[in-house]
């Protein structure tokens, strides 16, 4: 077997853990007629294939999905059951696969592709009324290049638990964890964490940090290191099917980080680090020069850290200069050019932006919106971006009343020219309760800061 198609079963197998929270609420029972719908293909000139499909009673407004990491596969909707609402309200709908020939990190082609996409659709169709791009998780970073780029292509965007820091942001604060983990579980070990030859190497890293991170769970010392390590990865203190733990409850909040970890949270991590490392060209995170007490002092985990390691007896002090003194890691020069190029968004506005977020969300943590919305007010165009935040565990696990409350809201700034109370919690809570579909979860939130430490390389040299 492959090792590319040992990574794509992998994947396949952890789309379990990218929506593994148990949602309160039933599926919507469908009520599109297909008959009435006119599915479209076609390819595009760099291989890539697109779909789309077309109610007969279009409402003229079309919605260009960008779909989230994994296999390269044209998808148009987030899930089957927002697409048959949207069908039924009287929504197109068109999106691309991205270019099949690269990784599956496809930010090489992706908004190309998705521009392409738009051109032959159109061509197809005429041209829409109004056009609304809409983008999950990894596609939540292209919509998110679509709504700086798009002006006049596009009207506005919305952003599923999109990956908006960037991909360097990604690759970073999750190479501190996998360096925690390897250099206080794993002292004296050789444990590659970065530049993976092959699938089958990120497979075996992965395989490597999760046994240790199950072994150090027996014991406090090791119960106060894996939460150093979830500190460092964003990981939220709150798991799937599990009760939220109280805000001074120190040891269930890293039990449910844990749970996280025992769900195979790094296989997707590992999984993902090579899949960006093919697309960018090598390895776009670096530690040298971290210093990771300052690190975790900017972290909101930090006062469950700081208990958690008083009451194993360990000097928290020791283990922070012990990961400073060892980071060594440097990033590929060209590699950081690249990933800075086509893996990032953090930028100003071309058309109004709406992202929503789960507060608890394992692989895109909340507080890349923090992140991203930052960059955006910095580039004076915080006007343009509203965030929203829908109280739930997991990655994307949107109900489709939450979805399609969403839109609607991002419609009222495109066709009003203001946002107006539109996408505030509130508001968004009524729209999406008033659907009468499978309810809502809108909370009024704001995220803390990611805990990233640097914003770009002192020192790229290979090391």
Not at 40 to 68: C, E, K, R
Not at 106 to 111: H, I, Y
Not at 200 to 220: E, I
Not at 416 to 444: C, I
Request: proline residues 5%; neutral net charge; aromatic residues 6%.
């Amino acid at each position: 077997m492959s090792s590319r198609t040992r990574l794509r079963i992998a994947l396949a197998a952890l789309a379990t853990l990218a929506s593994a929270a148990i949602a309160p609420f039933p599926s919507p029972t469908a009520q599109a007629d297909p008959a009435a719908t006119t599915h479209l293909t076609g390819t595009l000139s760099d291989g890539a294939t697109w779909i789309a499909d077309v109610p007969d009673d279009w409402n003229g407004t079309l919605l260009l999905f960008s779909h989230g990491f994994g296999p390269t596969v044209a998808t148009d909707a987030p899930s089957d059951a927002v697409r048959t609402e949207l069908l039924t309200e009287g929504y197109a709908m068109a999106g691309s696969s991205y270019d099949p020939r690269g990784s599956m990190w496809a930010m090489n082609s992706a908004e190309r592709d998705q521009f392409a996409t738009l051109d032959a659709v159109t061509a197809k169709i005429g041209t829409p009324r109004r056009t609304l791009a809409v983008g999950q998780s990894m596609g939540g970073l292209v919509n998110a290049q679509i709504a700086r780029d798009g002006a006049g292509r596009v009207d506005g965007a919305l952003g599923l638990c999109g990956l908006v820091a960037g991909g360097t942001d990604l690759d970073n604060y999750q190479l501190d964890a996998e360096y925690t983990i390897a250099r206080l579980l794993l002292p004296g070990q050789d444990v590659r964490l970065v530049r993976f030859g092959s699938a089958d190497d990120a497979a075996a890293t992965a395989k490597k940090l999760t046994d240790a991170v199950t072994a150090a769970q027996t014991t406090p010392q090791g119960r106060a290191r894996v939460a150093l390590a979830a500190a460092f990865l964003n990981l939220p203190a709150w798991a799937p099917g599990k009760d939220r733990p109280a805000p001074t409850d120190w040891a269930g909040q890293e039990e449910q980080q844990y749970t996280w970890f025992a769900q195979g949270i790094l296989s997707f991590v590992e999984g993902g680090r090579y899949a960006i490392e093919q697309s960018v060209g090598g390895n776009n995170s670096w530690n040298q020069g971290v210093d990771y007490t300052r690190l975790l002092a900017g972290s909101v985990h930090a006062p469950r850290v700081r208990a958690l390691y008083r009451t194993a007896g360990l000097d928290l002090r020791v283990d922070l200069m012990s990961l400073a003194q060892g980071a060594s890691i440097a990033a590929d020069p060209a590699a950081v050019r690249t990933a800075q190029r086509t893996s990032s968004a953090g930028q100003g506005l071309g058309v109004p932006l709406l992202d929503v977020h789960t507060i608890a969300d394992n692989l895109v943590p909340v507080e890349q919106e923090r992140q991203f919305g930052d960059r955006v007010r910095r580039a004076r165009n915080g006007a343009m971006l509203r965030q929203a935040y829908v109280e739930r565990q997991g990655h994307c696990t949107f109900t489709t009343a939450e979805t399609v409350a969403a839109l609607h809201a991002l419609e009222h700034r495109v066709t009003t020219g203001h946002w107006g109370d539109a996408a505030t919690a509130a508001a968004l809570q009524r729209s999406a309760t008033a659907l009468g579909l499978d309810g809502a979860a809108y909370v009024p939130y704001r995220p803390a800061h990611l805990t990233v430490g640097r914003d770009r390389p002192e020192n790229t040299a290979r090391h």
